[in-house]
Structure formats: structure tokens, C-alpha cells
């Protein structure tokens, strides 16, 4: 079945510092595919997204390409801020499937001044 | 707009006492998901409706949780009895199509004692 591996957290890092979580998946068709950034006390919400191959998502200096060959979909971003602590999940979407989505296991990112 | 409401915001009840969360989902979206988030098993997808009709309730934990939706704009999940094993943080997301953008309301962080 469909399926989300995240590198497994928690990530510490600096401000300013570059910033890489892995994710890779497993699906049949063509996923469309998410980042979601849960804030302490929050619901979920969504950060990025791609909808086929090659496509560049890109949101508050975040980006992630969904690269069909290596079926990853890797978020990074050039220079983490404090405000960027959250825990971050990677998802997709079967087209033309199933409504709901499949979710990475989330990855916590602290980042210190 | 509005987006997805949740009520309680937080409950602390006691073991053994019947719990119920409501939901409003976003006007004009046809699927609505319920989530529990755990430390230990993070987020779970427990049951979730396409146009009021239950499609998936595999991940609903035993027969002491339900869940209805007697119309588009509510929804409401039970828990009867309620145990300390439920304390979570329980989540309502609703979309629009398949494989779509979810959105999520704030949560309700249950607690029994």
C-alpha cells in the first residue's frame, strides 16, 4: 500500500543554518504530494505542495521537489529562523483515489538563536 | 472564512464518562477526517466521511468510539466509556476531491483521569 518514510527527528539546529528533512514514499499511480508544519498547540497546515513530477513547491523560503525518479519529495529551506520550530509532515494523495491522505511519521525541528 | 471548527478546546473528564467532540467543517467541502495525535503513536487517521457517508473507519481504536455526521456542516465523535489510554490531542480536517489540500481546525486536547 501507499506509504511516507520521514527521516526521524528531532532536528536541532542554529538560526541561519540550512535545512534538509527526507522523505521518501511509496505509491501506486501518480501522488500528489505535501508538506504540513504543525506549531506547538496547533493544528496542521499545509506548507507546500506538488502535484506531479518535477513540480517545485515553495512557500516562506521552504522549498521541496517531487522527484518521481528517487520518489522523494525532500524539504529544505537555506536559513532557518526561530519561528521555524514545528514539527513537519510529509503526505500524499493518490489522484483519482482515495480522498484521504497518507502521512509521514513528522519530523520536530528546534531551531536556537 | 472561517475555517474548521472544533468544540471543546479542551476536556477533562474522568474514566468512564461519556466524551463527544464536534466539528464544523469548512462550508462546501465534502470529506471530513478524524485524527488522534499521541506522543507515542503520532497521528492516527481514525475514521473519515465523503458527502456525510462513513468510507474508512479501520483505524477507529474498538467499539467505544464513534463517530456520525448527520449533515455536511457537523460532525461529532464519542467516546463511551472513555478511558486514560484516549488522552489525546483529536483532530477534525476536511477537503474538497480527492487526494486535496486538508485543512485542519486547532484540535481538542482530551484528558481522562
Known amino acids: 500500500g501507499d506509504s511516507v518514510t520521514q527521516m526521524e527527528g528531532p532536528v536541532t539546529l542554529s538560526e541561519e543554518a540550512f535545512l534538509t528533512i527526507n522523505c521518501t514514499y511509496t505509491?501506486?499511480?501518480?501522488?500528489?504530494l505535501f508538506w504540513y508544519v504543525q506549531y506547538p498547540g496547533e493544528g496542521l497546515q499545509l506548507l507546500l505542495k506538488a502535484t506531479k513530477a518535477d513540480d517545485k513547491g515553495s512557500n516562506k523560503g521552504f522549498e521541496a521537489t517531487y522527484r518521481k525518479e528517487t520518489t522523494s519529495f525532500h524539504l529544505e529551506k537555506g536559513s532557518v529562523q526561530v519561528s521555524d520550530s514545528a514539527v513537519y509532515f510529509c503526505a500524499l494523495g493518490t489522484q483519482g483515489g482515495s480522498e484521504k491522505l497518507v502521512f509521514g511519521k513528522g519530523t520536530k525541528l528546534t531551531v536556537n538563536p | 472564512d472561517a475555517g474548521v471548527i472544533q468544540s471543546p478546546r479542551h476536556e477533562v473528564t474522568e474514566m468512564g464518562q461519556e466524551v463527544t467532540l464536534r466539528c464544523k467543517p469548512i462550508?462546501?467541502?465534502?470529506?471530513l477526517f478524524w485524527y488522534r495525535q499521541t506522543m507515542m503513536r503520532g497521528l492516527e487517521l481514525l475514521i473519515y466521511?465523503?458527502?456525510?457517508?462513513?468510507?474508512?473507519d479501520s483505524g477507529m481504536p474498538e467499539d467505544r468510539f464513534s463517530a456520525k455526521m448527520p449533515n455536511a456542516s457537523f460532525s461529532t465523535l464519542k467516546i463511551q466509556p472513555s478511558e486514560p489510554r484516549d488522552s489525546a490531542v483529536y483532530f477534525c480536517a476536511s477537503t474538497l476531491g480527492a487526494a486535496g489540500e486538508q485543512f485542519f481546525g486547532p484540535g481538542t486536547r482530551l484528558t481522562v483521569l
Open positions: 505509491a501506486t499511480g501518480y501522488p500528489s
Open positions: 466521511f465523503n458527502n456525510n457517508v462513513p468510507i474508512d
Open positions: 462550508s462546501g467541502h465534502n470529506s
